[in-house]
């Protein structure tokens, strides 16, 4: 009976842990799937979002998109204008200032 009573306890515990959630905006955008994994503006220039994006499944590094300029800054410090249907276009059109 106590074995059946410590059983009972540990599974109601272990049902009320919740765990974190893991949760991503994607969409469907130029026939690809992107996900925005991560994102953080910039308190400086609100036009401005470090984010980490995957692209039908492969992740990014983070990189800064400039909504202002449309242009991605990579890590090694590369400037990159946003191509058609890129992941920047979403991440800019997503979170525009209205």
């Given at each position: 009976m106590v074995k059946?009573?410590?059983l009972v306890f540990?599974?109601?515990l272990s049902c009320s842990?919740?765990?974190p959630a893991l949760a991503s905006v994607c969409r469907n955008y130029g026939g690809?799937?992107?996900c925005i994994i991560s994102i953080n503006r910039s308190a400086k220039n609100y036009w401005e979002y470090r984010a980490v994006v995957s692209v039908d499944g492969v992740k990014r590094p983070?990189?800064?998109y400039n909504c202002?300029?449309?242009v991605k800054v990579q890590r090694d410090g590369?400037?990159?204008a946003f191509k058609h249907?890129?992941?920047g276009e979403l991440i800019c059109s997503f979170f525009q200032k209205s």
């Open positions: 059946f009573v410590v540990l599974l109601i842990v919740a765990l690809h799937r992107i983070m990189e800064v202002r300029a449309g590369t400037v990159l249907n890129d992941p």
